[in-house]
């Protein structure tokens, strides 16, 4: 157990519609990465926060945002589902900003219909 | 539980023997590469990491090498347990301001008795 929980666990929903993936970092850790893990593109990473603030924006599309709040929870909201956000989300957490050392949550399987 | 679904290569091993993954990776850059497990169902797990100045690093029945010169690097498991069945991915990671890990495509292990 990595110490990072992510709920749901799984998701199925329609498109079009619209949904929120939540995380809970490790104790003690203030950044969040999350990824998206797809059956064509393995693991991409999609955004970055640390203690509150974005930090770094990878392969994220604009119908998709993200915040961090005060407690270091993380959201991931995903807008105008397509068939193609059918994937694994994860969210990752670190102690710091500038780390490799990153810690995966169990992730959550997003299913568009 | 759930299994990654990705298209993958296989490697199929018996048990006892000695497992070699390999990964290529394209950014000179890069200051660590960093191996991952990841089960079906699970989230990615860290393995081992190994820092670009380093040729080889070892482990708890894991090693990591590293060759700069053609961009390569493996991950062996020595005496190869069904406890290894995983999909591996190796990571690259800059450091800097954005702490992006950038995964490969990875490698399914499959374990035979």
């Known amino acids: 157990d990595s110490g990072v929980t992510q709920t749901p666990k799984h998701l199925i929903t329609a498109t079009g519609q619209r949904v929120t993936l939540r995380c809970s970092p490790r104790?003690?850790?203030?950044?969040v990465y999350w990824y998206q893990q797809s059956l064509d593109q393995g693991l991409q990473f999609l955004i970055q926060?640390?203690?509150?603030?974005?930090?770094a924006k990878g392969n994220i599309l604009e119908r998709f945002s993200a915040q961090q709040f005060p407690d270091l929870h993380s959201e991931l909201n995903l807008s105008s589902l397509e068939l193609g956000d059918s994937a694994l989300y994860f969210c990752?957490?670190?102690?710091?900003?500038?780390?490799?050392?990153?810690?995966f949550g169990p992730g959550t399987r997003l299913t568009v219909t | 539980g759930e299994s990654v679904g990705l298209h993958l290569p296989t490697l199929s091993v018996q048990e006892g023997d000695n497992s070699i993954i390999n990964c290529a990776y394209s950014?000179?850059?890069?200051?660590?590469f960093i191996w991952y497990k990841q089960e079906s169902g699970k989230g990615p797990q860290f393995i081992i990491d190994?820092?670009?100045?380093?040729d080889k690093r070892q482990g708890q029945r894991v090693t990591v090498l590293l060759n700069k010169t053609v961009k390569h690097l493996s991950l062996q498991i020595a005496a190869t347990q069904p406890g290894d069945s995983a999909v591996y991915f190796c990571?690259?990671?800059?450091?800097?301001?954005?702490?992006?890990?950038?995964f490969g495509t990875g490698t399914r292990l499959q374990v035979t008795l």
């Open positions: 990571a690259d990671f800059v450091t800097g301001t954005a702490s992006k890990l950038t």
């Open positions: 990752a957490s670190s102690v710091d900003q500038t780390t490799y050392e990153q810690y």
């Open positions: 104790s003690g850790d203030l950044s």
């Open positions: 190994i820092r670009s100045n380093m």
């Open positions: 926060y640390y203690n509150g603030e974005e930090r």
């Open positions: 950014n000179s850059a890069s200051d660590y």
